[in-house]
């Protein structure tokens, strides 16, 4: 007589998963780099964990990203960075990316971070110092790999001997970085050389020393974004592809022609800027200008209409911006102290002006009698208007029923312009 049959027992659900993960291993090695790579370092760290053959897997990738970013709602260093050290000796492979918030704790490794960074072919360096100054070392003008170079609170030493510059850098933004005196030299040689740039952010930057003119020149740069309370001395050069340009200069243009400044960026056709300044030497600072801006679509404004030249540099851009279509004001506070009632505004008004404009946004207005003037200008003058919207600020010279009801009944050169109130936005 047979024995009886063996009852049927399942495999474990553990056994199953392994088999499949070690069926993992058996992909073409570039399917296997491409996942590792894609789950992002951490994870593809945990992979040891899974059988023998993982234990080592990710120490063979060709390349890798080291990324720290800190978790939502935490203020200081990134976690995570004590690991670098012990990545970058397992993993002898490419560095493609590295971004971090560094505390003082770990800027001390920094250096020699750089150093093998620099030597795998950095492409993409983020560091953002989250408690002081990192002064970084000379290192990082060796990255001659990087295409984006991003630094916040650190400090630059000064160009090595021999430095041949970022041939392949297309993004630099460099805020609340500090160079040493004379570091306009220093800066301009690092946009000259890099002549693949395409974006350049400055905001805040620090050079000590005396006061010195540069030049801002890059063949391809096409983003322009500086931001400063100090005049450090720039000038706009050749710039041939800039397509846009932000530049919050605020009121540090004391001694120097605002409208040779301003020319620098004819070519842009999408334009940031702040004419809220004070007269120069008792001049208007801006009243004509020694170019059109003939590509310009949009125009946002920082302005004011209760100083003279603040008003006479708002329609001075305007008169030279033939083929504007989106223009945004963006009103500072502050009372009339310069009468510009509609009689006044009209007689700047010219020919052709705003010939093409389509969409107005005027924000932080306070219903004074200059702003309402300038809005009655708009909807009676801008014959292809769709749409102008209004928001006021904190404070209002009148009750905003009526003004609403006074706008509705300004006349309009087009037929299909709308007029949109928005409340209080501020």
């Excluded at 994870?43 to 720290?68: G, I, M, Q, Y």
């Excluded at 800066?187 to 540069?214: C, H, M, N, R, Y």
Aim: net charge neutral; charged share 20%.
């Amino acid at each position: 007589m047979s024995a009886p049959p063996r009852p049927y027992t399942p495999r474990r659900l553990t056994e199953v998963a392994a088999a499949e993960v070690d069926g993992l291993i058996s992909l073409p090695t570039g399917v296997l780099d491409d996942v590792l790579t894609r789950v992002g370092l951490r994870d593809a760290v945990r992979t040891s964990a899974l059988s023998r053959a993982w234990r080592r897997r990710w120490e063979a990738l060709p390349s890798l990203d080291l990324d720290f970013p800190r978790p939502k709602g935490h203020r200081g260093a990134s976690k995570g960075l004590r690991a670098v050290d012990s990545v970058l000796l397992r993993c002898p492979g490419r560095v493609r990316r590295f971004y971090a918030y560094l505390d003082q704790l770990h800027a001390g490794r920094i250096d020699d971070w750089l150093i093998v960074l620099s030597r795998r072919g950095v492409e993409v360096f983020n560091l953002i110092s989250v408690d002081g100054l990192i002064v970084l070392p000379s290192a990082i003008f060796s990255c001659d790999r990087l295409t984006v170079l991003r630094l916040y609170r650190c400090a630059l030493p000064l160009l090595p001997a021999g430095f041949e510059g970022f041939p392949e850098l297309r993004n630099l933004a460099l805020i609340n970085v500090r160079f040493q005196e004379n570091g306009q030299y220093q800066l301009e040689e690092i946009i000259a050389t890099s002549p693949s740039l395409e974006k350049l952010l400055l905001w805040d930057v620090e050079i000590a020393g005396d006061f010195t003119q540069w030049l801002i020149q890059a063949p391809n740069l096409r983003d322009l974004n500086i931001r400063s309370a100090q005049d450090l001395g720039w000038n706009i050069g050749e710039l041939p592809s800039l397509h846009s340009a932000d530049i919050d200069i605020r009121d540090y243009l004391p001694d120097r022609d605002f409208a040779e400044f301003i020319a620098g960026f004819a070519s842009v056709t999408k334009l940031e800027i702040s004419t809220r300044h004070s007269p120069l030497n008792g001049a208007n600072i801006l009243e004509t200008l020694p170019c059109n801006f003939g590509n310009l679509k949009s125009l946002k404004l920082y302005t004011q209409f209760s100083e003279l030249s603040s008003i006479l540099s708002t329609f001075c851009l305007l008169r030279n911006a033939p083929n504007l279509e989106r223009l945004k004001i963006m009103v500072m506070l502050n009372a009339d102290k310069y009468e510009a009632n509609g009689e006044f505004q009209n007689a700047q008004w010219t020919d052709g002006m705003c010939a093409k404009l389509q969409f107005v946004q005027i924000t932080g207005i306070h219903w004074l009698s200059n702003e309402l003037s300038f809005i009655e200008l708009i909807l009676s003058k801008t014959r292809l208007l769709c749409t102008l919207s209004v928001s006021h600020g904190e404070k209002c010279s009148m009750c905003n029923e009526g003004v609403v009801n006074k706008l509705l009944n300004y006349p309009r050169a087009s037929s299909h312009a709308e007029v949109l109130y928005e409340g209080n936005t501020s």
